[in-house]
């Protein structure tokens, strides 16, 4: 009884491939014979094998993979040529005897009749003939000029187990499930390419002076890739007994210089951490479908190495961590994706902090701040937290396809964290001996959670079931806090549902001691306590790290730093500026905040003040601001502000609120509602163009709606003032915004309708503008003034009212105007414009148009207009900075 139920719970299926493939790189196809063994060790007899038929998934605008694209928004696909698409089209499905079989074909998986049963202990070979119409690279198949990468690519087994048939297609979000097994393949293709393939290469020979043919052997394996280039160069390294070979192309020479430094270091590490690499080989390949991924043997890099950041040897390794939590550790990656992007992602979080220390930067100059790994991964699981977007980890991956942070977090970050609170909870000898055992049970199995699960409290000792659950199956948190502190007394708690035992460090006179925290409320009885740190050690994932310690930690750093999560920071900026009427302007500005508070990323109590002097003119200018949430939720945000300015003969003082509402980081419709009312009083023109300013006060109340949705937005804007404060300003502003950057119709055009009208008397200051915004945000007022050459109107442009930069210099304002803003091709350093509209100038309606070209670096960008309704080449060029309006 005891054999015959270890026999119906330890079963797996076994397969086997024999492919001989043609690679035509004239008409990019690949036509190939396979047959396909299929071992039954299950107790079940089976009528109807399914397989794999990933190509498919690049056939037309209605695969389930299109759908999904369209729910992220990502439009490359759906708007290629017919020609640019792929599939595979199944010729002849067969048995041995040469009869054949029947088969539906259901988008990406195909079911084969048997024509009599499979039983237990027996198996079937199958033969089918193909032909691969190969993509450009969209995901992961595809080719770019003359370079293929040829992954899942031939029919492949579903897997079978005790759920059944995992008959998963080809997501947009999600990976792949296989059978181990043994694959031959063979492959032709012209004689110029070199191969780089799963396995080993046993046989390369010509087939006549034009083609040569490569043969691939592969154990225990449930996948096969190939990557082929007419360019490639091989570098070879050995590590413990394994070859690593680095496939690059010439010109990316210079860029992959390190990889194989990054691929040993990976390797020897990985063989200690978790258990020796069992293949001969192990290939690191340059590749072009962007980022990177994994396969048996090899894995495929996008670009190369830049000299800012450590992104590349981050894939590298990352992928190379694959090779046991994917490759050997054969788990469903589209079900529990966690355990192998979970366990790789710590896996990445570890090699960083065991290579370069526990603040590893992901930046390699000493003159960024530091950036640790861990930092982004902390970042990514705050972000999705706070604003309530959580769901458990154990959500299928394609289910994530429309808030793809999500997924980031769930799959990688959280994980990733929480593996590493395991660690230090657990310690670390026996966290390594978890992660040993795993490995060295489960290789060339397809181990579940459960299994996980199991494996750790059978090593620890504990019983883990409870955290395992909350981690796995909700969205709980564990948020730890110093509830109340005296000199004898501290009362700990945990905000969170999600109990997370952790270490508490108490000082007293002269002695520290370091206690466990086992309980959702605890109170600990000491003489004199002088200072209480929660989790010292940084382990545990929590939102809130603040009220972790006592006395509150506190910092003051320089503006180029990263919010802590622990720590509330003081930024200090020096300030030194000139312009002829302040002459040498020297000043300091602080800011402060609780983390960051900016649309989707929660903060608190973010403040502002800045002090200037100008020598010249003995002019002292302040500036304040504030800033903090109220509603911190799914979907909606909502925060009050305060700020204001004394300084260059103007107060302006504004208070109000802002409404976030939408789901960061998805396609959903995305809006902000501001409402506020702001204190102008002018008192001179010393530091403004008198032409473009009105002298006085007014009370100005306003409220802006933006609409952001797919590359779009709609903005209406209503701002006006009673005469109560001045006799001679009463006045209502409408404007109304459109902007689109076009996807389909004339791609990379960028199309912007504005029309304004003001109703009443309003002062100059306030009145719509041809050219531009007359003021924008913090940074123009810190930095331009308006006055003279580098003022708004004459050479510097706010991308506001008119935007018609033609007109930079005339200085015409109006109350009312339409007009319509184009440029092309959006996203390239060189563009050209063209404006044209209506503005009623006194009595009527006068028409203007411009044109010229613009040319873009980065957030900068220089306008040389060549023409408007006036004249040949008019009176100003123009520097612009995107963004501008952003301040702190």
Known sequence: MTFLLLFLLNWQQRVAYKISGKLDIDNHTLSATEYLTYYNYSPVILET??????????????????????????????????????????????????????????????????????????????????????????????????????????????????????KQGYHAIGEFYGEFGDFEVTIELPREYVVAGTGLVFDSSLVDENWKRVRFSAENV?????????????????????????????????EWKRAGDYAVDAVSRYNRWFGIYPYKKLSVVQGYGGGGMEYPNLVIVGGGEDNITRQ??????????????????????????????????????????????????????????????????????????????????????????EEPIVYQSAVYSKPALFLRYLEGYLGSATFDSILRTYFEEFKFCHPKTEDFVKICEEVSGKDLKQFFFDFLHTTKYCDWYIKEITKKRVIVENRGEFLLPTEMLIQTDGTAQLLRIEKQIDTFNFANVKKVSIDPYNYTPEPDRWNNFSPRRFAIKPVLAWPSFD?????????????????????????GAQFIDADFIKGKNQWLVGY????????????????????????????????????????????????????????????????????NNLKSFAYVDSVDWSKGRYLLFQNQLICNS????????????????????????????????????????????????????APLQERIFLSGGLRQSFITDLFFGQKGYTSPQEHIHIKQDGNMPGYQGYHIKTDGLFCINLELPEGFPLRLFGDFGYYYDTARWQNCYDAGGKLVFGPVYFILPIINAEKFFPKNWSIGISGMAVGF
């Open 567 to 591: 720590t509330y920071q003081v930024y200090f900026l020096p300030y030194l500026w000139y312009d002829s009427d302040d002459g040498f302007t020297p000043g300091i500005y602080l800011a």
């Open 710 to 761: 797919n590359h779009c937005s709609v903005v209406l804007n209503l701002r006006g003032t009673g005469n109560f404060l001045n006799e001679e300003w009463n006045f209502l502003r409408v404007d109304w915004e459109f902007e689109k950057k076009s996807k389909f119709f004339l791609p990379r055009l960028y199309l912007r309708t504005f029309a304004s009208k003001i109703f009443g008397s």
């Open 222 to 254: 449930h996948d096969f890739a190939l990557v082929c280039d007419p360019d490639f160069e091989i570098e070879k390294r050995e590590i413990d007994g394994i070859i690593v070979e680095i496939y690059y192309t010439k010109r990316f020479k210079k």
């Open 612 to 679: 200037t002097y100008g020598t010249k003119s003995h002019h002292h200018n302040y500036n304040f601001g504030y800033q903090t949430p109220l509603v911190f939720k799914r979907g909606n945000r909502l925060r009050i502000f305060f700020k204001g300015s004394n300084g260059n003969d103007e107060m302006r003082y504004q208070m109000g609120l802002a409404n976030d509402r939408g789901i960061p980081f998805t396609t959903k419709p995305m809006r902000n509602l501001k409402t506020f009312i702001t204190y």
């Open 312 to 401: 590349f040897e981050l894939i590298i390794i990352h992928d190379i961590a694959h090779q046991w939590f994917y490759g050997i550790l054969g788990s469903n990656e589209m079900d529990e994706a966690w355990l192998d992007e979970g366990l790789t992602s710590y896996t990445e979080q570890r090699y960083f902090i065991d290579k370069y220390g526990i603040n590893n930067s992901f930046f390699k100059s000493n003159l960024i701040p530091e950036l640790p790994h861990i930092y982004i991964n902390k970042f990514l699981y705050y972000v999705t937290l706070t604003n309530q977007m959580e769901r458990p980890i154990l959500t299928p991956a394609s289910d994530f396809v």
């Open 49 to 166: 094998l399914y397989l794999h038929l990933y190509a498919n998934a690049y056939r037309d605008n209605n695969t389930t993979f299109a759908r999904e694209l369209k729910k992220m928004g990502s439009y490359k696909f759906l708007r290629a040529k017919r020609s640019a698409r792929g599939g595979i089209d199944i010729i002849s499905v067969t048995n041995t005897q040469g009869d054949s079989l029947d088969y539906e074909i259901d988008e990406t998986i195909m079911a084969v009749i048997l024509d009599k049963p499979l039983p237990n202990g027996d198996s079937i070979v199958l033969k089918i003939e193909s032909i691969l119409k190969i993509p450009q690279i969209f995901s992961r198949l595809g080719y770019k000029g003359r370079h293929y990468e040829i992954v899942q690519w031939y029919p492949k087994f579903c897997v079978f187990d005790e759920k059944g048939w995992h």
